[in-house]
């Protein structure tokens, strides 16, 4: 569905392109794409070395784990939390709601309940890349890599 080397604003257009189509879809794809930008946007801004941002990501599932590594990684050295990056965390809240109703098969909705949540994902990650944008960082080209600091060994006397 999307590339690697698609940029935001392309996956955004065609997610908008499938809303037409299937709304459901597209609310689930909007969902993928503001975890791809809030993972590059974590990955980014984070105080620890990449690969151990990349480890707690890892693990991570869901809008409350995201906002937990962002308070832990981003925020102490940014100043601003994930739910203040974000201007509709409700919005984004009852857009993750429906991704899991649609993905466990609970309900379906209607075309424009989905694509009020659509726009509230796109949103949520416009504020996420707009915010690492003001940070330097644009999370649409190869991400800044912060590495381990390198063990010396002691000589023993």
């Known amino acids: 569905m999307f590339l690697v080397k698609d940029t935001s604003l392309s996956r955004e257009e065609r997610i908008k392109q499938i809303s037409s189509d ?29 690969v151990e941002v990349r480890e707690k990501l890892a693990k991570c599932h869901g809008l409350e784990k995201y906002r937990q590594i962002w308070q832990d990684e981003v925020a102490p050295k940014r100043k601003k939390n994930l739910n203040q990056v974000i201007q509709n965390w409700d919005g984004l809240k009852r857009a993750f709601k429906l991704r899991h109703l649609l993905v466990h098969g609970v309900q379906s909705c209607s075309s424009d309940h989905a694509i009020e949540r659509i726009n509230w994902a796109i949103d949520a990650a416009t504020d996420i890349r707009n915010f690492c944008l003001n940070q330097g960082v644009d999370i649409d080209r190869r991400l800044p890599i912060r590495r381990q600091a390198k063990k010396t060994k002691s000589k023993a006397n």
């Open 22 to 50: 299937d709304p459901p879809l597209a609310a689930l794809l909007s969902i993928v794409h503001f975890e791809w930008t809030v993972r590059r946007a974590i990955i980014a801004l984070a105080k620890s070395p990449n």
